[in-house]
Nanobody, 117 residues
Framework: QVQLVESGGGFVQPGGSLRLSCAASMSMFSTYVMHWYRQGPGKERELVARIASTTSTYYTDSVKGRFTISRDNAKKTVSLQMNSLKPEDTAVYYC???????????WGPGTQVTVSS
Protein backbone atom coordinates (compact mmCIF):
# COMPACT_ATOMS: atom_id res chain seq x y z
CA GLN A 1 0.00 0.00 0.00
CA VAL A 2 1.40 3.34 -1.07
CA GLN A 3 2.01 5.80 1.72
CA LEU A 4 2.96 9.44 1.97
CA VAL A 5 4.01 10.51 5.45
CA GLU A 6 4.68 14.13 6.34
CA SER A 7 6.89 15.28 9.19
CA GLY A 8 8.44 18.48 10.50
CA GLY A 9 5.38 20.48 11.43
CA GLY A 10 5.09 22.33 14.70
CA PHE A 11 4.79 25.67 16.44
CA VAL A 12 6.99 28.60 15.46
CA GLN A 13 7.03 32.34 16.07
CA PRO A 14 6.56 34.81 13.21
CA GLY A 15 9.77 35.17 11.23
CA GLY A 16 10.87 31.66 12.11
CA SER A 17 11.56 28.66 9.90
CA LEU A 18 10.38 25.09 9.56
CA ARG A 19 11.30 22.30 7.18
CA LEU A 20 8.60 19.85 6.18
CA SER A 21 9.47 16.46 4.75
CA CYS A 22 7.37 13.86 2.98
CA ALA A 23 8.49 10.27 2.69
CA ALA A 24 6.93 8.23 -0.11
CA SER A 25 6.72 4.50 -0.60
CA MET A 26 5.55 4.14 -4.20
CA SER A 27 7.69 2.74 -6.95
CA MET A 28 8.78 4.99 -9.80
CA PHE A 29 8.74 7.98 -7.45
CA SER A 30 10.67 10.06 -9.94
CA THR A 31 7.73 9.96 -12.39
CA TYR A 32 5.39 11.67 -9.92
CA VAL A 33 4.78 15.40 -9.72
CA MET A 34 4.99 16.24 -6.03
CA HIS A 35 2.94 18.96 -4.37
CA TRP A 36 2.53 20.64 -1.01
CA TYR A 37 -0.98 21.85 -0.26
CA ARG A 38 -2.28 23.56 2.86
CA GLN A 39 -5.62 24.18 4.49
CA GLY A 40 -5.90 26.96 7.03
CA PRO A 41 -8.68 27.37 9.59
CA GLY A 42 -11.92 28.08 7.78
CA LYS A 43 -10.20 28.09 4.41
CA GLU A 44 -10.19 25.86 1.35
CA ARG A 45 -7.22 23.67 0.58
CA GLU A 46 -4.75 25.50 -1.63
CA LEU A 47 -1.68 24.54 -3.65
CA VAL A 48 1.47 25.93 -2.06
CA ALA A 49 4.25 24.51 -4.23
CA ARG A 50 4.89 21.92 -6.89
CA ILE A 51 7.98 20.18 -8.19
CA ALA A 52 7.96 18.12 -11.35
CA SER A 53 10.08 15.13 -12.21
CA THR A 54 12.22 17.52 -14.22
CA THR A 55 12.60 19.54 -10.98
CA SER A 56 10.83 22.56 -12.43
CA THR A 57 8.96 24.32 -9.65
CA TYR A 58 5.86 26.40 -9.01
CA TYR A 59 4.96 28.51 -5.98
CA THR A 60 1.78 30.31 -5.09
CA ASP A 61 2.36 34.06 -4.92
CA SER A 62 2.03 34.34 -1.15
CA VAL A 63 5.05 32.09 -0.50
CA LYS A 64 7.40 33.11 -3.33
CA GLY A 65 10.81 34.05 -1.98
CA ARG A 66 10.09 32.44 1.39
CA PHE A 67 9.42 28.76 0.65
CA THR A 68 11.58 26.32 -1.32
CA ILE A 69 10.45 22.91 -2.52
CA SER A 70 12.96 20.18 -3.33
CA ARG A 71 13.00 16.46 -3.98
CA ASP A 72 15.41 13.55 -3.62
CA ASN A 73 14.35 10.80 -5.99
CA ALA A 74 16.85 8.32 -4.59
CA LYS A 75 15.42 8.71 -1.10
CA LYS A 76 11.83 9.15 -2.33
CA THR A 77 11.38 12.33 -0.38
CA VAL A 78 10.11 15.83 -1.03
CA SER A 79 10.77 18.75 1.29
CA LEU A 80 9.42 22.23 1.85
CA GLN A 81 11.77 24.73 3.48
CA MET A 82 9.67 27.51 4.95
CA ASN A 83 11.37 30.74 6.02
CA SER A 84 10.07 34.08 7.27
CA LEU A 85 6.90 32.40 8.42
CA LYS A 86 3.80 34.49 8.98
CA PRO A 87 0.68 33.85 11.05
CA GLU A 88 -1.27 33.44 7.80
CA ASP A 89 0.91 30.41 6.99
CA THR A 90 -0.81 28.55 9.82
CA ALA A 91 -2.44 25.49 8.30
CA VAL A 92 -2.37 21.76 7.96
CA TYR A 93 0.17 21.00 5.23
CA TYR A 94 -0.41 18.01 2.97
CA CYS A 95 1.95 16.16 0.67
CA UNK A 96 0.46 15.05 -2.66
CA UNK A 97 1.82 12.86 -5.43
CA UNK A 98 0.36 12.83 -8.94
CA UNK A 99 1.43 10.73 -11.88
CA UNK A 100 0.24 12.70 -14.86
CA UNK A 101 0.07 9.84 -17.38
CA UNK A 102 -2.07 7.50 -15.24
CA UNK A 103 -3.72 10.17 -13.03
CA UNK A 104 -2.74 8.03 -10.02
CA UNK A 105 -2.83 10.32 -6.98
CA UNK A 106 -1.89 9.93 -3.33
CA TRP A 107 -2.26 12.15 -0.26
CA GLY A 108 -0.52 12.19 3.06
CA PRO A 109 -2.44 12.64 6.34
CA GLY A 110 -1.09 16.16 6.87
CA THR A 111 1.09 17.92 9.42
CA GLN A 112 0.08 20.98 11.45
CA VAL A 113 2.07 24.21 11.18
CA THR A 114 1.19 26.97 13.63
CA VAL A 115 2.79 30.40 13.41
CA SER A 116 2.01 32.58 16.39
CA SER A 117 3.62 34.87 18.90
Amino acid sequence: QVQLVESGGGFVQPGGSLRLSCAASMSMFSTYVMHWYRQGPGKERELVARIASTTSTYYTDSVKGRFTISRDNAKKTVSLQMNSLKPEDTAVYYCNALQVITSQEYWGPGTQVTVSS
